[in-house]
């Protein structure tokens, strides 16, 4: 915890700009935004969804859906780049650190020895460029996904004899430079899909085997929090990653009230970034070490017109009251800075509406709502004043966008129907993991679920 100066409070999100003698006090936590390498031509990408294409591609094809719906988004400051070009990648650093992230967690496709879209990352090492990075082994199918296939498997996770060692043994080049992020000296790595190594908690133990073999004093393995995991005990992981929308995209996050839908074929998903944020506020403190996530936004459209996820009601500024949030409940339950990271989903997301780059929706303001959240007054230990703070500060925000005088009983109006908010179980989860592979019996169970619950009101 660092003291700044009084000067800082635009910066803090204070409502009161008056002068004030107030102490403000700037928070460490290290924010690691996912980082998608996907923009550069690539032969298997040509193969499978035509020549030339890159994640431009969807991003430039998405269409609205609904009133008001936003797409295509288009880049600003950055624009259209190719990742083969280590400049952008400079460029892309300067910007994250000058609004206060710590470093990227670039996607690592690697299917028994085979790479993929790792041309951005190998420049990356070979250059100077000033930020800190870890690894997420993106360890799924490649399926497609976008046309709404996914069992026809364009590149398969094969988890043959040899592979932990042969994955490690890949992996050390990244280790052992500077700029990887190391949690008490153990280079961190995500995991994705955990459930989907066969036995993970043999393939981890074989991994930090061979990172104590190579000099490390061992391997922090942290996984993605998906539908089939509840804690990182059940894969003898070191940590879970929250991960939005995962979990947070149920039918209980249903906006109260839905678009008017100019799409006749849409069928896609609607979910509220007010009851993502409640959701969020409602998690407690677990028996194990939990790193906390955020989204800017979200919404596949770009890569599935018509059965996309979408989250509406985002906003940079609830953005920047939900990261303040996290932070104090990171200040308050995650006190070694070695490892006090929050995750935030994602720096370059661009076909899933997810990007802390700039559009030319919103500009620099998700990034100016990331550094403003450093800021803060009051006990670093105050998690429960924080959440209070939330919630009064969403419901301002709230009843401001629907143009609606936000008198005091307004105000506790909406304040209560957040603290009420009730989120999905994790046996919910669990089951709708296993059922996704019954497309007819999820979408039964599905119907079931969200009509129990609006019963239940």
Known sequence: MTKVAASFDALSGSQDQKATTTDISKDS???????????????????????GFTEWTNVARGKPNFDGHYQPHIPRELGFYDLTHPDVM?????????????????????????RILERPVENFLKSDIDINFCLCWANEN??????????????????????????????????????????????????????DIPN??????????????????????????????????EVEADALVEFPPHKFNGPQSIPS??????????????????????????RELPPFKLYRGIIPSWDNTARRQNTPTTIVNATPALYGIWLKYLRAYTRKHNQNESDNFIFINAWNEW???????????????????????????GSPDDLDGARDALYVAVAKDVLNRSKKEADQDKIDAVEAELRNYKPVGNFAHKAAAYLLKWPFFYKLARFFYRTVRRLRG
């Open 29 to 51: 936590s290290k924010l690691l935004t996912f980082y998608l390498p996907q923009y550069h031509r690539t032969p298997e990408n040509s193969e499978w969804w035509g020549p």
């Open 90 to 114: 400079y460029e892309q650093a300067e910007l994250a650190k000058l609004y206060g992230v710590h470093g990227f967690c670039f996607y690592h496709y690697w299917f028994s020895g085979r």
């Open 142 to 195: 490649w399926t497609r996904t976008w046309s709404g296939d996914e069992k026809s498997v364009l590149l398969g996770q094969n988890y043959a004899a040899g592979d932990d060692e042969e994955f490690i043994l890949s992996l050390l080049i990244y280790f052992k430079d500077p700029r990887y992020i190391l949690v008490d000296g153990k280079p961190m790595l995500v995991v994705y899909r955990a459930k």
């Open 200 to 233: 993970p908690a043999v393939s981890f133990a074989k991994w930090r085997a061979l990172a104590v073999e190579h000099g490390f004093p061992g391997l922090h393995i942290a996984v993605v929090d998906f539908y089939d995991i509840t804690s990182p005990n």
């Open 257 to 282: 009230v839905m678009p008017t839908f100019t799409n006749p074929e849409f069928s896609g998903g609607i979910v509220d970034y007010v009851k993502v944020i409640a959701q969020s506020a409602k």
């Open 351 to 377: 076909g899933e509406g997810c990007h802390l780059e700039p559009d030319h929706e919103w500009g620099l303001k998700y990034l100016e709502e990331t550094l403003g959240s450093s800021f803060y007054d």
